[in-house]
């Protein structure tokens, strides 16, 4: 079982829709990532934040946008997506954002925009 | 910079046999190298990691991999497949002075019965 919980699990939207994707762990890590993967490639790193502190931002579009509450949450706010933005969305977390950490996957949500 | 290859997109096994998925990797530093798999609809697990030390590195579910510094390669390895071992697996890298993981494109093990 991981101990990274992502919700929800499926989330369907249409292009003009606000959702938000949540993510929780509680091993007291202090890096928290976002990632997106699309079938079958490897996982996109999309935003890290460190220390509840964006560290990270790869150039990702504005209709995505990051917000970490606190050390234990992280969400991912959407708005106005596009088709091609249907993908699974991965929260990450690892002990520190340096060194030899591996990354704690939750289970991702499928996100499907119509 | 920091990259990771691997070169099959796909590895087929019957049941069994042993296994082997290929990763190499170039860092500027030393490298920290990881092994995740994803089941289906799952996220990545965990496998294993080399840090330091002993070059063969012991994991979860009986998979081992080799970490050969002259030729730059981390091969995950299994003595004996199972059917339950079918699924995606990245190699990992990153160096001393990055705190983000480089991901190889991913290769998709199939064990036969």
């Known amino acids: 079982d991981t101990e990274v919980t992502q919700t929800p699990k499926h989330l369907v939207m249409g292009m003009t829709n606000k959702k938000s994707l949540k993510c929780e762990q509680h091993?007291?890590?202090?890096?928290m990532y976002w990632y997106k993967q699309k079938a079958k490639k490897p996982p996109e790193l999309m935003f890290v934040?460190?220390?509840?502190?964006?560290?990270i931002n790869e150039s990702v579009p504005s209709r995505f946008s990051p917000e970490c509450p606190n050390s234990s949450l992280l969400n991912l706010h959407l708005h106005a997506l596009q088709p091609e933005d249907s993908a699974l969305y991965l929260c990450?977390?690892?002990?520190?954002?340096?060194?030899?950490?591996?990354?704690?996957f939750g289970e991702g949500s499928r996100l499907t925009v119509l | 910079a920091q990259s990771v290859a691997q070169p099959e997109d796909q590895v087929n096994v019957a049941e069994g046999n042993p296994l082997t998925v290929k990763c190499t990797y170039s860092?500027?530093?030393?490298?920290?190298l990881f092994w995740y798999v994803q089941y289906p609809n799952r996220g990545l697990q965990f496998l294993l990691k080399?840090?330091?030390?002993?070059?063969l590195v012991k994991g979860s579910y009986g998979f081992e991999a080799e970490f050969n510094k002259s030729q730059t390669s981390f091969h995950l390895k299994k003595p004996s497949a199972l059917v339950s071992d079918s699924a995606l697996y990245f190699c990992?890298?990153?160096?001393?002075?990055?705190?983000?993981?480089?991901f190889g494109r991913g290769t998709s093990l199939i064990v036969h019965p």
């Open positions: 990450a977390s690892s002990q520190r954002n340096e060194g030899p950490g591996e990354l704690f």
């Open positions: 091993m007291g890590h202090r890096a």
């Open positions: 934040y460190s220390y509840e502190k964006l560290s």
């Open positions: 860092v500027s530093g030393n490298p920290y």
């Open positions: 080399y840090i330091t030390g002993d070059n």
């Open positions: 990992a890298v990153r160096d001393g002075g990055s705190y983000i993981p480089t």
